[in-house]
């Protein structure tokens, strides 16, 4: 009986612990673009993050206050096939010094197993992950 009643109470220890995780914790780990456009977003616990879509590779750093996410970009890689459709004067490496000034500002909703981000500067642009 004792056991039992050690067990309940570590199984009930852990389902509060994990119901008082951070808002960023939960957003660890790799999500998968649910529409058919292939790509994916990971968040790594250090703060840095990799979003993989449509040819593009973006990396940079990912922080949650309030109830915003907030992503810094420090690089955006082309794919060759994307690169070569860009003017010269686009070269990554100029695009690299542009994009390291802009923060994404997201709304983000999570519903189990599914990411949704919604750029608070445009409204009507969102992405939704399922994670893996």
């Known amino acids: 009986m004792s056991r039992l009643i050690a067990l309940t109470a570590c199984a009930l220890a852990a389902l509060i612990l ?15 673009i649910s529409t058919g456009l292939g790509g994916y977003i990971e968040f790594k616990p250090d703060g ?42 686009s070269s990554e490496a100029n695009m690299d010094k542009m994009w390291k000034k802009v923060e994404g500002i997201y709304s983000y909703t999570l519903k189990g197993k599914d990411l949704t981000i ?12 399922h994670k893996q």
């Open 118 to 129: 919604q750029s608070s500067m445009m409204k009507d642009i969102s992405f939704t992950f």
């Open 48 to 89: 840095r993050y990799t979003w993989d879509m449509l040819g593009t590779t973006q990396q940079g750093t990912w922080r949650v206050e309030k109830k915003e996410l907030r992503m810094s970009m420090e690089s955006m890689t082309f794919s060759k096939s994307i690169a070569d459709m860009m003017p010269s004067s």
């Open 18 to 32: 994990a119901s008082c995780a951070s808002p960023a914790s939960k957003l660890i780990g790799k999500w998968n």
